[in-house]
């Protein structure tokens, strides 16, 4: 396999359905080893399977993005899975589909409710900085 992500390492989060699972399918494609992220542990055990059985390698993390405490974590086991993390996509908890001006207070972006989206960016960038690179 090569592509534009030979050698990378990526996470996912929410990569057991969806966007998400869509997202690491074309994150092999492209040569990552990817990290399923994954509130729903077997979601995520299904989709780490299915990157093996095409041929790549997957690690499944099981981790609610609101935890920062398992976002730390999650982020702690891809680099001593993987030996280094290079890409974050933060899929998971974020709005649901539709015109941002019918999002409920529940999903606006304020507040309490983005912490599932900072979470993992606040977990990620001491990783990128010490090598100076990632995204
Ligand atoms: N589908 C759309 O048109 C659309 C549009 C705008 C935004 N979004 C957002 O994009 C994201 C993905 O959408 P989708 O349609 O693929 O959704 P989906 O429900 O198919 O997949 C989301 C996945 O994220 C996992 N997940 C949910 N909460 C989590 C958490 N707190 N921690 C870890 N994993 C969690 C779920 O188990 C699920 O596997 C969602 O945040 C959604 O709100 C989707």
């Avoid at 920062?68 to 709005?95: R, W």
């Amino acid at each position: 396999m090569s592509g534009r992500l030979d050698g990378k390492v990526a996470i996912v989060t929410g990569g057991g359905s969806g966007i998400g699972r869509a997202s690491a399918l074309t994150f092999l494609r492209e040569g990552a080893r990817v990290v399923i992220a994954e509130v729903d542990a077997d979601r995520g055990a299904r989709g780490a399977q299915e990157i093996t059985e095409q041929g790549g390698e997957a690690l499944a993390v099981t981790v609610d993005v609101a935890d920062q405490d398992g976002v730390a974590a999650m982020t702690d086991a891809a680099v001593e899975h993987f030996g280094k993390l290079d890409i974050l996509f933060c899929n998971a908890s974020g709005p649901p589909a539709g015109p941002f001006r019918d999002h409920s207070q529940n999903h606006n972006h304020g507040g309490d409710n983005q912490r599932p989206l900072q979470n993992p960016f606040q977990s990620h960038p001491p990783y990128i900085l010490r090598r100076r690179s990632g995204s």
